[in-house]
Structures are given as C-alpha cells and as structure tokens.
C-alpha cells in the first residue's frame, strides 16, 4: 500500500507534515487493518504503529464530519497519554472537519457530556473514564466503526480488562486494534473477548 491510495486531504495532511513514504512496518500494517480485519499489532516504540492507526482512523472515516455519534473510539493508558494522542490526531485533521475530542478525568463531567451529545467523530480517553461516560449515558457507541486501544501491554496491568470488554458488549458491527509494544498473556486474554479473529502483526526485523 502507498499513501497514494489515501484521501486527498489525508494525504495534503502528511505531505504538510513531512511525512512522504511509508515505513516498513507500516507497509506490513495498513493494507490489512485498511482490509476492516481486527489486528494486534506489536512491535517496538518507534515503528510508526500510532502514526499507522491514525491513518487508518481518518481514512475510514472519509476525513470527514458525520452525524452526531463517535465513529471511532481509542482507548490509552492515563491522561497524559489522552492529550498526547489528541495532538497528534490534530496534525492530521486540522484541513479536515473531522471532530476530536480528548475525554478528561480532570475537567467538568457535565460540559464533556454536552460536547460528546452534539456531536464529535473520535473519542480519545481512558478505559475507566470511558466507561463511567457511558454508564451516565453521556456517549453512544453504537456508530463505532474503529474501537482501539494502544499501549495495551500498559493498559492490561491496570485491570483495564473488564472496562474494555463492557464497552465492547455495547458496540454493534465494529473494527478491532490492540497496539502494545510486547506480547503477553493479559493482552491474549483479548482473543477469549472480541478478538478471536483477530490477524497477528509482529514486527520483524
């Protein structure tokens, strides 16, 4: 895959930002996840792997606003995290009208409930937060069309598991990634979840 295949407007957004070939993992990743397949994908820091799902994430959604309820929902592992994702989502979107929002633990409950309710594309937050969102019916993931969670092998050692499984019972026809850095044995207990068909991406040298 090159990014020749992209959106128009996603393609002006690498261009902008410097970013003109493909690295080597991310050939290896994004024709299969562009494919609809759940994936884990799992590799070292530096390979591109969130750079990869955030291609993917706004070339799914046609680089463009829709209706009122997210469409793709990324799960990380604290607010810092949250933020630093937000950004980078930024760099990419800002010629387009897709919606970003970052979900804060730290900031008024009830104004996210209303920026949520009218309207916004991707939802970045934590397991836990996420979660309370939608148990006080302040989002609906029934439009998610992207559910991922990155930094996974952080995200399972803080029993992020039974959050992420809860969210997934509420979301209807939907694409799967779990990124980490490692394999381990709380990231395979996905597979007995909503991963069961999910391809396996390991980065190779």
Known sequence: ?????????LKASLEHNNIDKILPFQKQILPI????????????????????????????LKAEAFEDS??????VENQEKVNAL????????SNTDLRVYAASEKYDFEKQKIAIYYGQDIVIGTPAFITK???????????????????TDHLSKKNAFNHILRLTESMDKFQ???IADEWNKRIANFQDGYMANARMLKFKE
Do not use: C, W
Not at 1 to 9: G, R, T, V, Y
Not at 70 to 75: F, Q, V, W
Not at 86 to 93: M, R
């Open 133 to 151: 969102l939608y148990f006080q019916n302040a989002i609906h993931l029934g439009q998610i069309q992207v559910f991922a969670t990155d930094d």
């Open 33 to 60: 996840i562009k494919s609809g397949a759940d994936a884990y994908i799992i590799g070292q820091k530096g390979l591109g792997k969130t750079t990869a799902l955030i291609i993917h994430v706004i070339n799914k």
């Open 1 to 9: 895959m090159s990014f020749k295949k992209l959106h128009p407007l």
């Open 176 to 178: 799967s990634i779990i």
């Open 70 to 75: 997210p469409r793709a929902l990324i799960l």
């Open 86 to 93: 937000y950004d980078e989502f930024l760099k990419y979107t």
